[in-house]
């Protein structure tokens, strides 16, 4: 299986830098945005198997990045991530399209599952659309 | 408001309604009682004064009796006819026949000698020229005398008319018994201490006075101003009030007196207002019980109000304290979960490098494991913190499902059997077997009564009891879990539901267990309740309606990213 790419948007710059360290670490190609515009800007140029999307950041929110994506982007997966605690925020990121949620602080191990998870079904879709 | 308040608006009230009631029921008392004792008064001297009038009158009509029948003697014989002895004794039987208070008849000439005498007593060869009631009648025509001893040495008096027959002038006089004229005045006097008597212009007694007067004895009148018609006099002797009616005789100077006591013909009058005043306390004592009563009652309701009002205040404060809380707590989880996350992923980070062996292998690296383990644990620690922080704050609409409250409570008990067997607790449930369903949320009440378990699990440490009963209410179920702990100091009684109120050692509580519960049951319509003794226990008190109906436009308040 090729290196799954991922693009984690935050706008905390440390959390950035760990969780890339960590993901790559992991045999993850990481890209990180530290906001919806940047994640978006960074879409169109690099073909993006999962994002990882912050719900809570400054200037574009997490579910309004998340909407662009889905419009733009129909086959990269986003996973939500939130500081709320609470299924809520992660309800909401999934009705508008995201793939799942994890509240923070997470750990590392259950976040590749969930990445590579999104992968597999990614895969499925693309495999599908070339069926059709 | 303090119970010395409650007893001062007790007072105010009961001295504004006794005021009210009593003062205009005193007034009217008092009107009546003067008006009456005025019209009674009243009535009372117009009656004398028309007794002692009428028998002044009937007094005067026995005179003018006498008089008329005198002169129709005098008129119908001649002195010669009257000197004849016979012919006067036929004529004074005639007379005494028909009078029998004339007790002698005189025939007396112009020089004061008897000429003829007819009577029990010897005074034919009496001379009366010296007398002065000869000279009067000599001179009047008609004389009517003061009573007078006499040659009799008896009270009497005399009535002499005049008569004028050719040349000739002489005189028929009758002395009046005056025993019989006592009786007629006697006859006057009322009630147990009255007196009825006859004066003359000098005030000596012409009848006996009932209490010691003798005739001819001076009446122990006041001094007082004639009026020529009845006058009434009062005075006080021997502290005893009199009042008398003064009326005067036509044919003499003569006066009528009679004479009540005040207070003897004032006793109906006083009776009616003994029972007027004890119709008046009993109405006084009426009005103040009544007073007593509805004021007590009032001021009850009163206290009761205010009581429900501090509490609903009190719950108010309460829940916006709540709210508030909520919100701070949403607002700094989320703060705290971004920071613990880089911290998380630091020491994941240092752990990755550790697990790599690019470290090595020395002593440094396990002591550095440790160090990661130690960051792991404590922010998995505050993580659950924020956690819940987070579960306060949320407001979700419940569920709404039939509930069997009995099977609730048995499964959360199970979910702790381990811990209560291990720590040596006893659980006693009571469930009221015909307890009804209600209709709220299955998970969150469950959350209530696990969190409140492992309170009292807590509580108890080890060694005790726990105690779950159900029981049917108003319109609710109720359910009490009572330990057999320590219990909760009477100062931190009131606190136990307020966000991060905590007795256990820091690190080991977050404070946000019981004011969860609250806030829960709060939103689900029901209520918490708690009661604890120092060395006995604590009982919480859980009340849930059986059905739970969200208002609109209450609905919790809920928060969005």
Same mark, same amino acid.
């Given at each position: 299986?090729?290196?799954?790419?991922?693009?984690?948007?935050?706008?905390?710059?440390?959390?950035?830098?760990? &969780?890339?360290?960590?993901?790559?670490?992991?045999?993850?190609?990481?890209?990180?945005?530290?906001?919806?515009?940047?994640?978006?800007?960074?879409?169109?140029?690099?073909?993006?198997?999962?994002? &990882?999307?912050?719900?809570?950041?400054?200037?574009?929110?997490?579910?309004?990045?998340?909407?662009?994506?889905?419009?733009?982007?129909?086959?990269?997966?986003?996973?939500?991530?939130?500081?709320?605690?609470?299924?809520?925020?992660?309800?909401?990121? &999934?009705?508008?399209?995201?793939?799942?949620?994890?509240?923070?602080?997470?750990?590392?191990?259950?976040?590749?599952?969930? &990445?590579?998870?999104?992968?597999?079904?990614?895969?499925?879709?693309?495999?599908?659309?070339?069926?059709? | 408001?303090?119970?010395?308040?409650?007893?001062?608006?007790?007072?105010?009230?009961?001295?504004?309604?006794?005021?009210?009631?009593?003062?205009?029921?005193?007034?009217?008392?008092?009107?009546?009682?003067?008006?009456?004792?005025?019209?009674?008064?009243?009535?009372?001297?117009?009656?004398?004064?028309?007794?002692?009038?009428?028998?002044?009158?009937?007094?005067?009509?026995?005179?003018?009796?006498?008089?008329?029948?005198?002169?129709?003697?005098?008129?119908?014989?001649?002195?010669?006819?009257?000197?004849?002895?016979?012919?006067?004794?036929?004529?004074?039987?005639?007379?005494?026949?028909?009078?029998?208070?004339?007790?002698?008849?005189?025939?007396?000439?112009?020089?004061?000698?008897?000429?003829?005498?007819?009577?029990?007593?010897?005074?034919?060869?009496?001379?009366?020229?010296?007398?002065?009631?000869?000279?009067?009648?000599?001179?009047?025509?008609?004389?009517?005398?003061?009573?007078?001893?006499?040659?009799?040495?008896?009270?009497?008096?005399?009535?002499?008319?005049?008569?004028?027959?050719?040349?000739?002038?002489?005189?028929?006089?009758?002395?009046?018994?005056?025993?019989?004229?006592?009786?007629?005045?006697?006859?006057?006097?009322?009630?147990?201490?009255?007196?009825?008597?006859?004066?003359?212009?000098?005030?000596?007694?012409?009848?006996?006075?009932?209490?010691?007067?003798?005739?001819?004895?001076?009446?122990?009148?006041?001094?007082?101003?004639?009026?020529?018609?009845?006058?009434?006099?009062?005075?006080?002797?021997?502290?005893?009030?009199?009042?008398?009616?003064?009326?005067?005789?036509?044919?003499?100077?003569?006066?009528?007196?009679?004479?009540?006591?005040?207070?003897?013909?004032?006793?109906?009058?006083?009776?009616?207002?003994?029972?007027?005043?004890?119709?008046?306390?009993?109405?006084?004592?009426?009005?103040?019980?009544?007073?007593?009563?509805?004021?007590?009652?009032?001021?009850?309701?009163?206290?009761?109000?205010?009581?429900?009002?501090?509490?609903?205040?009190?719950?108010?404060?309460?829940?916006?304290?709540?709210?508030?809380?909520?919100?701070?707590?949403?607002?700094?989880?989320?703060?705290?979960?971004?920071?613990?996350?880089?911290?998380?992923?630091?020491?994941?980070?240092?752990?990755?490098?550790?697990?790599?062996?690019?470290?090595?292998?020395?002593?440094?690296?396990?002591?550095?494991?440790?160090?990661?383990?130690?960051?792991?644990?404590?922010?998995?620690?505050?993580?659950?913190?924020?956690?819940?922080?987070?579960?306060?704050?949320?407001?979700?609409?419940?569920?709404?499902?039939?509930?069997?409250?009995?099977?609730?409570?048995?499964?959360?008990?199970?979910?702790?059997?381990?811990?209560?067997?291990?720590?040596?607790?006893?659980?006693?449930?009571?469930?009221?077997?015909?307890?009804?369903?209600?209709?709220?949320?299955?998970?969150?009440?469950?959350?209530?009564?696990?969190?409140?378990?492992?309170?009292?699990?807590?509580?108890?440490?080890?060694?005790?009891?726990?105690?779950?009963?159900?029981?049917?209410?108003?319109?609710?179920?109720?359910?009490?879990?009572?330990?057999?702990?320590?219990?909760?100091?009477?100062?931190?009684?009131?606190?136990?539901?307020?966000?991060?109120?905590?007795?256990?050692?820091?690190?080991?509580?977050?404070?946000?267990?019981?004011?969860?519960?609250?806030?829960?049951?709060?939103?689900?319509?029901?209520?918490?309740?708690?009661?604890?003794?120092?060395?006995?226990?604590?009982?919480?008190?859980?009340?849930?309606?059986?059905?739970?109906?969200?208002?609109?436009?209450?609905?919790?308040?809920?928060?969005?990213?």
């Amino acid at each position: 299986m090729d290196r799954v790419r991922v693009l984690v948007v935050d706008d905390e710059a440390d959390f950035l830098k760990l &969780i890339k360290r960590r993901l790559e670490k992991r045999n993850v190609e990481v890209s990180v945005a530290p906001g919806g515009r940047e994640a978006l800007d960074h879409l169109a140029g690099q073909p993006t198997d999962v994002v &990882i999307l912050d719900v809570r950041m400054p200037g574009m929110s997490g579910i309004d990045t998340l909407k662009e994506i889905r419009k733009r982007y129909r086959e990269t997966e986003v996973i939500m991530l939130t500081g709320h605690g609470s299924v809520q925020s992660g309800i909401e990121g &999934i009705s508008h399209g995201a793939y799942d949620y994890m509240l923070k602080p997470f750990n590392i191990d259950d976040l590749l599952e969930r &990445i590579r998870a999104a992968c597999e079904r990614a895969r499925l879709k693309k495999a599908e659309r070339e069926r059709a | 408001m303090t119970d010395t308040s409650y007893t001062r608006l007790r007072l105010s009230l009961m001295l504004l309604t006794l005021g009210l009631s009593l003062v205009p029921l005193f007034a009217l008392g008092f009107v009546i009682d003067s008006e009456f004792r005025e019209s009674y008064g009243d009535k009372l001297t117009s009656n004398l004064k028309l007794v002692a009038h009428n028998k002044a009158d009937a007094l005067d009509v026995f005179l003018t009796e006498r008089v008329v029948q005198l002169e129709m003697v005098a008129g119908m014989n001649t002195l010669d006819s009257l000197s004849n002895q016979q012919a006067l004794e036929l004529v004074f039987d005639t007379v005494h026949e028909a009078s029998p208070s004339i007790i002698d008849l005189g025939v007396i000439g112009q020089n004061g000698r008897h000429v003829a005498y007819s009577g029990p007593f010897d005074l034919r060869d009496v001379n009366y020229k010296d007398e002065p009631w000869f000279h009067q009648a000599m001179l009047k025509g008609l004389y009517i005398s003061d009573v007078f001893m006499g040659f009799r040495n008896f009270p009497h008096f005399i009535i002499a008319v005049k008569r004028r027959e050719g040349g000739r002038t002489w005189i028929l006089r009758a002395t009046i018994d005056s025993d019989i004229f006592t009786g007629l005045v006697r006859n006057v006097q009322s009630g147990a201490s009255g007196d009825a008597y006859l004066v003359n212009r000098e005030g000596v007694l012409q009848t006996p006075s009932r209490f010691g007067g003798k005739v001819l004895g001076q009446a122990s009148l006041p001094a007082y101003r004639p009026s020529g018609d009845v006058d009434v006099v009062r005075w006080t002797e021997d502290g005893t009030e009199l009042v008398a009616g003064i009326a005067p005789l036509a044919h003499t100077d003569w006066r009528l007196v009679v004479i009540e006591n005040q207070q003897e013909e004032l006793s109906p009058l006083l009776r009616a207002q003994s029972l007027i005043f004890g119709l008046f306390l009993i109405c006084a004592l009426m009005i103040a019980a009544g007073a007593y009563l509805s004021v007590g009652s009032v001021v009850k309701r009163l206290q009761k109000a205010d009581k429900a009002r501090a509490a609903m205040d009190a719950a108010v404060v309460q829940s916006n304290k709540m709210a508030s809380l909520g919100k701070l707590a949403a607002g700094v989880a989320h703060e705290i979960n971004n920071p613990l996350s880089i911290i998380r992923e630091s020491a994941g980070w240092i752990r990755d490098i550790i697990n790599d062996g690019e470290l090595g292998e020395s002593t440094a690296v396990d002591d550095l494991q440790e160090a990661t383990s130690d960051i792991e644990r404590h922010v998995e620690r505050a993580r659950t913190v924020t956690h819940r922080m987070l579960g306060f704050a949320r407001r979700m609409e419940p569920l709404q499902e039939d509930v069997d409250l009995n099977m609730l409570a048995r499964q959360t008990v199970s979910f702790l059997e381990n811990e209560i067997r291990h720590r040596n607790i006893e659980v006693e449930c009571r469930f009221d077997q015909d307890l009804p369903l209600i209709t709220t949320d299955a998970n969150q009440i469950q959350q209530v009564i696990l969190n409140l378990l492992e309170n009292a699990i807590d509580a108890i440490g080890h060694d005790g009891c726990i105690e779950v009963e159900t029981r049917p209410g108003d319109g609710a179920v109720v359910m009490d879990i009572a330990d057999s702990g320590e219990g909760i100091s009477p100062e931190n009684v009131s606190k136990v539901f307020d966000p991060f109120f905590t007795t256990k050692p820091t690190g080991e509580g977050t404070g946000l267990g019981l004011s969860i519960v609250y806030s829960t049951l709060k939103k689900l319509g029901g209520g918490i309740d708690v009661r604890s003794e120092r060395g006995v226990g604590t009982t919480f008190t859980i009340t849930l309606p059986l059905v739970h109906v969200s208002i609109p436009g209450r609905q919790e308040e809920s928060w969005t990213e």
